[in-house]
């Protein structure tokens, strides 16, 4: 069975860059498309982006559209989420998972991790 976990979160500046991972561990990575997710206080959950099994499809919310870049290493069984340029409107509890992944939407499919803490702020 798949596990992900999430990493990489802290607290950066505006106009700062992080790097999320999220790593898989149970099944071999490159049999699923993975999406990111985020949770700011007080919102729903909304997707973020997604890639597909072997990262021939992307997409992106438009919010974070020229911002945010998902890329995935599947030797590593990791797929990363690149946050540039981050806003204080980005902060927020990230979260990987299990997707089906198109061009233009992404549907949950998985099971919800613990998520890593983005927190952008002066």
């Known amino acids: 069975q798949l596990q992900l976990v999430e990493s990489g979160g802290g607290l950066v500046q505006p106009g700062g860059s992080l790097r999320l991972s999220c790593t898989a561990s149970?099944?071999?990575?490159?049999?699923?498309?993975i999406g990111w997710f985020r949770r700011a206080p007080g919102k729903e959950r909304e997707g973020v982006s997604c890639i597909s099994r072997r990262g021939g499809t992307t997409n992106y919310v438009d919010s974070v559209k020229g911002r945010f870049t998902i890329s995935r290493d599947n030797a590593k069984n990791t797929v990363y989420l690149q946050l540039n340029s981050l806003k204080p409107e980005d902060t927020a509890v990230y979260y990987c998972?299990?997707?089906?992944?198109?061009?233009?939407?992404?549907?949950?499919?998985?099971?919800w991790g613990q998520g890593t803490q983005v927190t952008v702020s002066s």
């Open positions: 149970g099944s071999t990575l490159d049999n699923y498309a």
């Open positions: 998972a299990q997707v089906k992944c198109y061009s233009d939407y992404l549907e949950f499919t998985g099971s």
